[in-house]
């Protein structure tokens, strides 16, 4: 099985998506929307290339998680990869999947830009559909900017009661070492306010021991 080429997980988070899920980010995007969070992921290098059985393994660590969120970078791009990691999460536990994509469900459908992406297609619960634009950024709902549409595509995902374009966003900072992530969807201030915080933490740290990687 192709690895996955990962550039972030977080396992155990309710910022993105409904109930406890566990998050993979995924290296590269083929798009370079203006404002975009990530951008240190946007690059297609290899990140941290993980096998599927052993991703799967990893983001359903915590006995309590019920869904995974796949985000990025572009998830769509690593289509094979993901489908073979939610497959095998699945074999595990009956975990709902939501995904992030810039690209527009009909394109995914009648052209899939990448292998594998009718099969992951099939496995996602609610897709979150095209580029993120500053401009139409309402600072409510699980998507970056209003133009992004959020697709229920299995039963599970039409009975629950999510308000994935509507509602309070909310977002979590976690903490490995000197890396810091933030998860979720921010709320306006949030992005600009994190990195601030971040730069002035290692401007300390750099300055409290000159010879230290910042
Ligand atoms: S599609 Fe997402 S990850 Fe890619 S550039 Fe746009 S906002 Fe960033």
């Keep these: 099985m192709t690895p996955v080429n990962v550039a972030a997980t977080r396992v155990g988070t309710r910022a993105l998506g409904p109930g406890l899920r566990s998050v993979v980010w995924v290296q590269g995007c083929p798009f370079t929307c203006r404002g975009c969070m990530s951008p240190d992921w946007i690059p297609d290098h290899p990140a941290r290339l ?44 009956d975990v709902s999947v939501l995904c992030f994509t810039g690209h527009r469900l009909e394109r995914l459908r009648d052209h899939p830009p990448h292998p594998g992406v009718p099969r992951l297609l099939a496995l996602v619960d609610v897709l979150v559909d095209g580029l993120y634009v500053a401009a139409h950024n309402t600072g409510r709902g699980l998507r970056g900017s209003a133009n992004q549409r959020v697709h ?12 994935y374009e509507n509602g309070a966003r909310s977002a979590e900072i976690a903490l490995d070492g000197p890396e810091a992530l933030l998860v979720g969807v921010p709320p306006a201030g949030l992005l600009e306010a994190f990195d601030t915080a971040v730069t002035t933490v290692r401007n300390r740290i750099a300055h409290a021991d000159p010879g230290r990687e910042p």
């Design 50 to 93: 993980v096998a599927p059985g052993d991703l799967a393994a990893e983001l359903l660590a915590d006995q309590r998680v019920t869904g995974l969120t796949l985000s990025g970078g572009e998830p769509m791009a690593q289509a094979d990869a993901l489908a073979d990691t939610v497959e095998l999460a699945r074999s595990r536990r």
């Design 152 to 163: 229920r595509l299995t039963g599970r995902a039409r009975d629950e009661t999510h308000d």
